[in-house]
């Protein structure tokens, strides 16, 4: 088991209703004046909006409104934000929504008090946030564990640039989870967050060479096969309260680390992902990542069998062949891909209906390595000509 320090800050408000005292939530922490940030218009259509604005009304808490926020979320929209909240001297800021609208809240907290750095460069690796505008959230989807993480992604639109970086400034002080909130998500959001929760743990549980990590194993193990059985239960009936429950809390412990706690932590999925929907933004990422997964998993099983069949017989009830640990690896591999497509994720990247073509992996490949500069580390290391391969794998 390697070194480890967990920590995480963020408060979370659990339950039934939780979202309806919002407005006394902020009031307690002395916060007077805010920017309430969210996407499209289902928060509006919803009456969620309006709920939230009532309560900080009630509560004597000014606001500004900031919507907008796209799928993949685009550094303008967070630079138009960074802006707002200097030009109205804003204390907070609390997104209303998924990973999305959380990740551009984030960007612009960090944005906001280091007024002497281009944002961007944090993304870049050129700079780290000292210090970052207090922020929380009212979560609506399942999916990317942003309402605890430290994560932050966002794209830079003009170049097709999707990057994210890790900072405590991006532990948000609340997270408000009601998971009532996600009844309206539809089948096939809630298929891709269903995916998300499952490859935050997969990348974490397959990311290395890291050994002797018996009880963040089972943790892990006991999350993914509670997700599954969640994801199944809301597929079919999407206001059952306990599987939107466990989607929300597992969404929330698949990304805060507990469940690589002592592991490697290296994502090579994700950033292998991260080129495709900075290159195409339609695409969801939950779907791009169900449809890269299971060809980079058969890329590389065979460089860690043992690891693969671990998963594929604890997760998977596969039987274990000792003489053969590559075949129970694929057989694993076999019955990711088969829930996948249970829940109607696309499993290769023509299904993503996105316009991806061959040449497309070349350019991919050459962003995810910095031009044949960077490898990917992992399980087996990656370089550019082993990304062409996989992208070619999943098409």
């Known amino acids: 088991m390697n070194n480890f320090e967990y920590c995480v800050p963020t408060r979370v408000i659990f339950g039934r ?23 499209g218009g289902s928060v509006k259509e919803s009456g969620l909006l309006d709920q939230v604005e009532d309560s900080l009304k009630s509560h004597g808490i000014e606001y500004v409104l900031l919507g907008g926020v796209r799928p993949n979320p685009g550094l303008g929209l967070a630079m138009e934000g960074i802006n707002l909240c200097r030009k109205e001297n804003v204390q907070f800021i609390l997104a209303v929504g998924g990973g999305s609208v959380i990740d551009s809240a984030k960007c612009m907290a960090d944005g906001v008090l280091n007024p002497d750095i281009d944002p961007w460069d944090f993304f870049m690796k050129k700079a780290v946030p000292g210090k970052a505008l207090p922020h929380g959230n009212i979560l609506t989807l399942s999916a990317s564990g942003s309402e605890t993480s430290l994560s932050c992604v966002i794209t830079k639109e003009e170049e097709g640039l999707k990057r994210g970086f890790n900072s405590p400034t991006h532990r948000p002080l609340f997270a408000v989870l009601n998971p009532e909130l996600t009844f309206t998500v539809n089948k096939f959001q809630t298929g891709c967050g269903t995916v998300d929760i499952m490859m935050h743990t997969l990348e974490r549980y397959l990311g290395g060479a890291t050994k002797d990590t018996p009880l963040t194993d089972r943790i892990a193990e006991g999350l993914l096969t509670s997700v599954m059985e969640a994801g199944e239960k809301a597929d079919k009936n999407p206001v059952d309260y306990e599987a939107r429950a466990t989607l929300m809390w597992a969404g929330s412990l698949s990304h805060d ?92 990247l023509r299904e993503l209906n996105a316009g991806i073509t061959q040449e497309d992996f070349l350019l991919m490949a050459d962003k995810c390595s910095s031009n044949g500069e960077k490898t990917l580390t992992g399980i087996r290391e990656l370089g550019r000509e082993d990304m062409i391969e996989i992208y070619r794998m999943a098409f």
């Open 257 to 348: 680390g507990l469940t690589g706690l002592g592991r490697d932590y290296l994502m090579q999925v994700h950033q292998l992902e991260h080129e495709l929907s900075g290159l195409y933004p339609k695409i969801a990422h939950g779907a791009g990542l169900s449809a890269l997964f299971c060809s980079w998993a058969r890329y590389v099983c065979k460089d860690a069998p043992m690891r693969f069949a671990q998963l594929a017989v604890r997760v998977f009830n596969q039987e274990m062949d000792f003489e053969n640990p590559v075949y129970t690896a694929r057989k694993g591999i076999d019955r990711l891909e088969a829930y996948f497509k249970s829940l109607d994720m696309p499993v290769s």
């Open 17 to 39: 209703d939780t979202h309806k005292n919002i407005g006394e939530l902020i009031a307690g922490y002395g916060f007077k004046k805010i920017l309430v940030h969210f996407g």
